[in-house]
């Protein structure tokens, strides 16, 4: 069960920038278009949410649950996705340009013409 509804994360994003939400359960959760630019998701539950065309820039997505998630087209320039789980993640179109992925997991992961992926 997330810790936090959609309203009360756009709240949260609202009144601050780089808002700390290391880990905060956001499972299942439809947060597309949301704006997380510089915001601290390490160890965060993000398995089986909706982040389409999201903007996670500069983001630290270290050891954060990404399984299943949905991130077309979203904004990953920069972000920290280090041991990040990316099992079954679609990051069609997504933009990762300058993300650190060492030791993410992308099996199974959807990366069609996602920007700064060596295909």
Same mark, same amino acid.
């Given at each position: 069960?997330?810790?936090?509804?959609?309203?009360?994360?756009?709240?949260?994003? &609202?009144?601050?920038?780089?808002?700390?939400?290391?880990?905060?359960?956001?499972?299942?959760?439809?947060?597309?278009?949301?704006?997380?630019?510089?915001?601290?998701?390490?160890? /965060?539950?993000?398995?089986?949410?909706?982040?389409?065309?999201?903007?996670?820039?500069?983001?630290?997505?270290?050891?954060?649950?990404?399984?299943?998630?949905?991130?077309?087209?979203?904004?990953?320039?920069? &972000? !920290?996705?280090? !041991? &990040?789980?990316?099992? !079954? /993640?679609?990051?069609?179109?997504?933009?990762?340009?300058?993300?650190?992925?060492?030791?993410?997991?992308?099996?199974?992961?959807?990366?069609?013409?996602?920007?700064?992926?060596?295909?």
């Amino acid at each position: 069960m997330p810790d936090l509804t959609r309203v009360d994360l756009i709240k949260i994003l &609202a009144i601050t920038d780089h808002a700390r939400l290391s880990g905060v359960d956001l499972s299942g959760l439809a947060l597309g278009g949301l704006n997380f630019c510089g915001a601290d998701l390490t160890r /965060a539950n993000l398995s089986h949410t909706d982040l389409s065309g999201s903007y996670l820039r500069d983001a630290r997505l270290e050891e954060a649950n990404l399984e299943g998630a949905i991130l077309i087209n979203a904004n990953l320039k920069g &972000a !920290n996705l280090k !041991n &990040a789980n990316l099992k !079954n /993640a679609d990051l069609t179109a997504s933009n990762l340009v300058d993300a650190n992925l060492y030791g993410a997991d992308l099996q199974n992961a959807q990366l069609t013409q996602a920007r700064g992926y060596p295909q």
